[in-house]
C-alpha cells in the first residue's frame, strides 16, 4: 500500500516533469526553425573564435600592426598603396581594406553605459574625436572577422554561419578587455585593434584587441 | 529584344544547340546568364550589368528568367548545356535546390559564376559572390534605429525564406534593433520579396497594429509595397526603411517617402562575375577565393542622388 503510494507520487511528479518539459520545448520550437539552427552555429562561431584568438588572431594582429598616424598618412597619397603596405591582404575589390593599428589620445566623449558601449578618442589634438573605440558588449561589423587571412568565407556553410563568427570574434575582443569605470573623459587611451578602412581613415571605428586608460 | 530572343529560344528548345546563331556570334563562345524575373529592377540590372561585359569581353549572350522556379531554373541550365555555353552566370532559385544544377553544368564541363544569392555546398561553382548581406542590415538598421528615436513599434518585412538572404538581412537587423529595449517588434511576416505582397500584407498589419512608427524591410520591392499601403491609409508618417538600392526607392527618399534603403552594388556584382568568368576560361582560374563578399552602402537623403541603378557615382 505505502509503496504503491510512493509509486504514485513519483509517477504524479514524472508526469509533471514531462508536461514541464514538452511546454519548454514547444515554446523553442515557435521560435521557429531558424532560431534553433542560429542558436548551433553560434555555440560552434563562438567555440572556434575562442580558439583562434590566442594562436591565430593575437599574432595576425601583432605582425600587422601600425601607428595610426603612419597608416592616415600613406592612405591620404594612396589607399591602395597603404594597403598593400600596411594592409591584411585582401580578396579584391570585393573587400575594404582591414588594418591593425595602434594610438593613443584623449578621451573625448564615453558611452559607457549602452549595450553597444564607446569612447570617442581624439588622436590628433584637434579636440574632436577621430576614433571610435568600440567596447561592447554589441561591438559592430566584420573588420576583425575579415581581416584574419586564415579565415575564408568559402570554408563556411553561408553568410549566416559566417557572421555568427565574426560576433564570436568580436566577442572574444570584448571579453579580453578591461573596460573603462567612471568618469574617463579627459584622460588618455591607449589603443591596438582592427579597423577596416572607409574614405580616408580620418574618422574610424574600431575594433580594439588591447586598451589602457589612465591620465 | 530580349524577348525576342527569349521566345526564339524555347522555340527552338532541343535544336538549338544545332543552329548557328550568325546575329549574335562572336569569338569566345556563349555565356548564359540566369536570374530571377525582371520584374525586380534589381535582378534586371543584374542581367544588363552581366550581359553588357559578356558582350564588350566578346562573348555571345543567352539571357533567361526563373521566376525563382527551381524547376525552371534546372531546365534552363539543361538549355545552357545544350547549347554548349562556355559559362553560366546565375542568381539563383534556391540555396538547396540549385545545388544540382550547378553540378550538372560542372559535370558537363561548364562552371557557373554566382551572384547575389550562394548556394550551400561549395567547390561546385567557381565564383559565389554576394552582398555583405550582414554588414549592409546593420547599416540599415543603425539608421533605421536612429530615425525612429531609439523607441516605437515597429513591423518587419521578411524576404523569401528558401533565400539564405532573407535570413542573414533579419539577423543583421535584430542584431542591432534588439540592443534597443524600446524598440517593439509587433509583427514579422514573410512578403517573398514582392511588391503586391507586401501591400496586402502591410494593409492587414496596419488594420491589426495601427499604432506603428516604422516598418523595416528585407528588400525595396517590398518597401515600395509597403509604402503604397501606408499612403493609402494615410500614413506617411511612418519610418521606412528597405534593402537593395533601387531607383524607386531612391526617387521616394528624394521626395521625402521611404527614408532609407542600403545599396548592393548588383550592377558591378554582375559585371565582376563575368570578369571572372571571362578570366576562369582564359587562364584557368579566377585568382580569387569561391566566396566572395561586397560591402553594402547606405543611402538616405545625403546621397540618394548619386545613385543609378544599383550603382553609386564617385
Known amino acids: ?215 | 529584344m530580349l524577348l525576342n530572343r527569349r521566345i526564339l529560344i524555347s522555340a527552338l528548345a532541343g535544336a538549338a544547340s544545332l543552329i548557328a546563331m550568325p546575329a549574335f556570334a562572336q569569338d569566345k563562345g556563349l555565356i548564359a546568364i540566369i536570374t530571377p524575373s525582371h520584374d525586380n529592377p534589381f535582378f534586371k540590372a543584374e542581367a544588363v550589368g552581366a550581359e553588357k561585359r559578356a558582350q564588350e569581353l566578346g562573348y555571345e549572350t543567352l539571357v533567361l528568367v526563373h521566376d525563382d522556379d527551381p524547376n525552371k531554373q534546372s531546365e534552363m541550365y539543361d538549355t545552357a548545356i545544350a547549347r554548349g555555353a562556355k559559362a553560366i552566370i546565375l542568381d539563383n532559385a534556391g540555396a538547396d535546390a540549385s545545388v544540382a544544377p550547378v553540378r550538372r553544368a560542372k559535370e558537363a564541363g561548364i562552371p557557373s559564376f554566382l551572384i547575389d544569392r550562394e548556394i550551400k555546398e561549395s567547390g561546385i561553382a567557381v565564383s559565389q559572390i554576394v552582398s555583405n548581406n550582414y554588414q549592409g542590415a546593420q547599416l540599415g538598421a543603425e539608421k533605421f534605429v536612429e530615425l525612429m528615436g531609439e523607441a516605437g513599434n515597429y513591423v518587419e518585412l521578411l524576404g523569401r525564406e528558401a533565400d539564405t538572404n532573407a535570413g542573414i538581412r533579419s539577423s543583421g537587423y535584430h542584431d542591432i534593433i534588439d540592443q534597443y529595449p524600446d524598440m517593439n517588434m509587433v509583427a514579422q511576416q514573410s512578403a517573398n520579396w514582392s511588391q503586391t505582397e507586401a501591400y496586402e500584407k502591410m494593409e492587414t498589419i496596419l488594420q491589426a497594429n495601427p499604432d506603428i512608427q516604422g516598418v523595416i524591410s528585407g528588400n525595396d520591392t517590398m518597401a515600395m509595397g509597403a509604402w503604397a499601403a501606408l499612403e493609402a491609409a494615410g500614413r506617411t508618417d511612418v519610418i521606412l526603411v528597405g534593402f537593395d538600392g533601387s531607383n524607386d526607392v531612391r526617387d521616394s527618399i528624394k521626395k521625402g517617402g521611404i527614408k532609407a534603403t542600403v545599396l548592393q552594388p548588383a550592377y558591378r556584382q554582375a559585371q565582376l562575375a563575368v570578369e571572372q568568368a571571362d578570366q576562369y576560361l582564359t587562364t584557368g582560374s579566377t585568382g580569387q577565393p569561391e566566396k566572395q563578399l561586397m560591402d553594402c552602402v547606405l543611402i538616405d537623403e545625403s546621397n540618394a542622388d548619386k545613385l543609378e541603378t544599383f550603382a553609386l557615382a564617385d
Not at chain 1, 505505502?2 to 509509486?7: E, F, G, P, S, Y
Not at chain 1, 605582425?63 to 592612405?75: E, F
Not at chain 1, 559566417?162 to 567612471?182: C, D, I, M, Q, Y
Not at chain 1, 574617463?184 to 575594433?207: P, Y
Request: glycine share 8%; charged share 25%; aromatic share 6%.
Open chain 1, 1 to 215: 500500500m505505502r509503496n504503491r503510494t510512493i509509486r504514485t507520487t513519483i509517477l504524479a511528479a514524472s508526469v509533471v516533469c514531462l508536461c514541464g518539459f514538452t511546454i519548454v520545448w514547444d515554446s523553442e520550437k515557435t521560435a521557429g526553425e531558424g532560431a534553433a539552427v542560429a542558436a548551433t552555429d553560434e555555440t560552434r562561431m563562438a567555440a572556434y573564435a575562442e580558439e583562434a584568438w590566442e594562436p591565430k588572431v593575437m599574432p595576425e594582429i601583432a605582425s600587422h600592426v601600425v601607428p595610426l598616424t603612419d597608416l592616415r598618412a600613406a592612405i591620404g597619397s594612396d589607399p591602395d598603396a597603404a594597403g598593400e603596405q600596411y594592409g591584411f591582404p585582401r580578396d579584391g575589390e570585393t573587400s575594404p581594406w582591414n588594418f591593425a593599428v595602434s594610438g593613443e589620445g584623449k578621451i573625448v566623449e564615453a558611452k559607457l553605459k549602452s549595450r553597444a558601449a564607446k569612447l570617442q578618442v581624439d588622436t590628433d589634438g584637434d579636440g574632436k574625436g577621430d576614433v571610435t573605440v568600440q567596447l561592447g558588449p554589441i561591438i559592430r561589423g566584420t573588420a576583425l572577422r575579415d581581416a584574419m587571412p586564415f579565415i575564408v568565407f568559402t570554408d563556411f556553410r553561408d553568410q549566416i554561419e559566417f557572421a555568427k563568427l565574426a560576433n564570436a570574434l568580436n566577442a572574444v575582443a570584448h571579453s579580453r578587455l578591461t573596460l573603462p569605470e567612471g568618469d574617463v573623459v579627459g584622460q588618455t587611451a591607449r589603443f591596438e585593434g582592427v579597423i577596416a578602412l572607409k574614405g580616408d581613415a580620418q574618422s574610424v571605428e574600431l575594433v580594439p584587441t588591447q586598451l589602457q586608460i589612465g591620465e
